[in-house]
């Protein structure tokens, strides 16, 4: 074990294997670095003392005092994270559902925030995913529109990876369809596609993809685009910042865009896709592209042609059933070259 003690002369023994790592200190937040030295009487007291484990009583929050007992390889699992600190944010409910790494959580500045932690299984089973972690939160930085969500922080603590972002206090489309019967009337429809294709249209102005737009990405009340964990970087010079190995698909196959099932390179028209076939399940009730294994969807999405919109929702009108049926082109070159042309065609350029 080795002794990290902070200027404010709170102890911490920490497992060898964190040597070099930064973290901040639980009681005054100050930023720590693990020491690499071993054997100096501070760490033999430190192992005699306090075994693995970090404690540390946090600060007063709007519920009261909150203790926070942390243990390193525990951290990032989302079962233990109620109640406890990740990086001077204290971690509140779980926000989304059962599986969802992302927490209500209270920033150091006392605001609210909603916090992502990437789950420490994930990294043990593939590294590179902390990298693309990462790579989010640093693609995002900076960037701020109406229809997107805020990333305000980001960063590795004692081997903990978090991300701390604009929290939304609504609910997303994915809710919003189970609750409705399946499916919106136009005008609804057509305004939430109105308002995602204008996040787009910022996102692809930095050089950006999405790759994930689907209904449990859109969140509603003020609608905003979230779910940036698989957002690629392209463009001239932005290959060293491409953690994901070519060729290779990531996610659910159901929203996604010929071009991405194959593992091929993306640009802003994949979103576009995905962003036609969440139109398609809000106007129709029923996903475009259906098959009863993996295999059988992505076959579905290479090489089948749903019925028109118009035809599966006759209340539809013809005009949004030509924009879906070109959103959903094969080819891209098939589709609206930008989100803007799409908002053009809306009349709303």
């Given at each position: 074990?080795?002794?990290?003690?902070?200027?404010?002369?709170?102890?911490?023994?920490?497992?060898?294997?964190?040597?070099?790592?930064?973290?901040?200190?639980?009681?005054?937040?100050?930023?720590?670095?693990?020491?690499?030295?071993?054997?100096?009487?501070?760490?033999?007291?430190?192992?005699?003392?306090?075994?693995?484990?970090?404690?540390?009583?946090?600060?007063?929050?709007?519920?009261?005092?909150?203790?926070?007992?942390?243990?390193?390889?525990?951290?990032?699992?989302?079962?233990?994270?109620?109640?406890?600190?990740?990086?001077?944010?204290?971690?509140?409910?779980?926000?989304?559902?059962?599986?969802?790494?992302?927490?209500?959580?209270?920033?150091?500045?006392?605001?609210?925030?909603?916090?992502?932690?990437?789950?420490?299984?994930?990294?043990?089973?593939?590294?590179?995913?902390?990298?693309?972690?990462?790579?989010?939160?640093?693609?995002?930085?900076?960037?701020?529109?109406?229809?997107?969500?805020?990333?305000?922080?980001?960063?590795?603590?004692?081997?903990?990876?978090?991300?701390?972002?604009?929290?939304?206090?609504?609910?997303?489309?994915?809710?919003?369809?189970?609750s409705s019967g399946g499916k919106l009337?136009?005008?609804?429809?057509?305004?939430?596609?109105?308002?995602?294709?204008?996040?787009?249209?910022?996102?692809?102005?930095?050089?950006?993809?999405?790759?994930?737009?689907?209904?449990?990405?859109?969140?509603?009340?003020?609608?905003?685009?979230?779910?940036?964990?698989l957002l690629r970087v392209v463009g001239?010079?932005?290959?060293?910042?491409?953690?994901?190995?070519?060729?290779?698909?990531?996610?659910?196959?159901?929203?996604m865009s010929p071009e991405q099932v194959?593992?091929?390179?993306?640009?802003?028209?994949?979103?576009?896709?995905?962003?036609?076939?969440?139109?398609?399940?809000?106007?129709?009730?029923?996903?475009?592209?259906?098959?009863?294994?993996?295999?059988?969807?992505?076959?579905?999405?290479?090489?089948?042609?749903?019925?028109?919109?118009?035809?599966?929702?006759?209340?539809?009108?013809?005009?949004?059933?030509?924009?879906?049926?070109?959103?959903?082109?094969?080819?891209?070159?098939?589709?609206?070259?930008?989100?803007?042309?799409?908002?053009?065609?809306?009349?709303?350029?």
């Amino acid at each position: 074990m080795i002794l990290v003690e902070c200027r404010c002369g709170k102890r911490f023994s920490v497992p060898d294997e964190l040597a070099g790592r930064t973290g901040r200190c639980t009681v005054c937040h100050e930023r720590l670095t693990v020491p690499l030295a071993e054997g100096s009487p501070a760490m033999e007291a430190a192992l005699a003392a306090s075994s693995d484990q970090l404690r540390a009583i946090g600060r007063e929050s709007s519920s009261g005092e909150i203790e926070a007992v942390r243990k390193p390889g525990e951290l990032p699992t989302a079962e233990v994270l109620v109640g406890r600190e990740v990086a001077g944010y204290v971690v509140g409910r779980r926000l989304g559902g059962e599986r969802s790494s992302v927490f209500h959580a209270r920033a150091p500045n006392r605001d609210e925030v909603a916090l992502k932690v990437l789950p420490r299984e994930k990294i043990d089973r593939n590294p590179i995913t902390a990298k693309r972690f990462l790579r989010e939160a640093r693609a995002l930085s900076g960037i701020t529109h109406p229809n997107l969500i805020r990333m305000f922080d980001a960063g590795e603590e004692l081997g903990s990876y978090y991300l701390a972002m604009e929290l939304h206090k609504g609910w997303d489309l994915e809710e919003e369809l189970s609750s409705s019967g399946g499916k919106l009337p136009e005008a609804d429809a057509v305004s939430i596609a109105v308002d995602v294709a204008r996040g787009l249209e910022h996102l692809h102005a930095q050089g950006l993809v999405h790759r994930a737009v689907r209904p449990k990405h859109i969140l509603l009340k003020t609608t905003k685009l979230c779910g940036f964990g698989l957002l690629r970087v392209v463009g001239p010079g932005t290959e060293a910042h491409d953690v994901t190995q070519k060729g290779q698909v990531i996610g659910k196959p159901d929203y996604m865009s010929p071009e991405q099932v194959r593992g091929q390179d993306l640009d802003g028209r994949s979103d576009l896709f995905s962003l036609g076939v969440t139109l398609y399940q809000a106007l129709t009730g029923a996903l475009p592209f259906r098959g009863e294994s993996p295999m059988q969807l992505v076959m579905a999405i290479l090489r089948t042609n749903p019925p028109p919109v118009h035809e599966r929702a006759p209340g539809v009108s013809a005009a949004i059933s030509r924009v879906v049926e070109r959103l959903m082109a094969k080819d891209p070159d098939g589709r609206y070259a930008t989100a803007k042309q799409l908002l053009t065609d809306l009349g709303l350029g």
